[in-house]
């Protein structure tokens, strides 16, 4: 087996205790995050739903839409949605009338 060079050695070193420092700061972020989450809570936020509006944010609208839309179509077809139009519905017709 060959040994690396002194330099090489020197830059997986830095490489590694780089990784290492970040790794650390990854865990204080998350242990920031959920003392936020802890903290909205305390005040009478549902943790969860605010979970689910971090999440949201992150995608773009056309992402959400899309989304939604596969969402509404799955429970209306298990009888989870009442008989009204779901926006999916809504849109297709919407296409439709359009041509």
Do not use: C, N, P, W
Not at 55 to 79: C, F, I, N, P, W
């Amino acid at each position: 087996m060959s040994t690396l060079q002194a330099s090489a050695q020197k830059q997986l070193r830095q490489f590694v205790e780089q990784i290492e420092r970040l790794e650390e700061d990854k865990k204080q972020v998350a242990s920031d995050i959920r003392d936020k989450y802890l903290e909205a809570k305390g005040v009478g936020f549902d943790v969860k739903a605010l979970r689910q509006i971090v999440r949201l944010r992150k995608k773009s609208d056309t992402e959400r839409q899309e989304e939604e839309t596969v969402l509404e179509v799955y429970m209306h077809a298990l009888g989870m949605l009442d008989d009204k139009l779901t926006r999916a519905e809504s849109s297709v017709e919407g296409m439709i009338a359009a041509e």
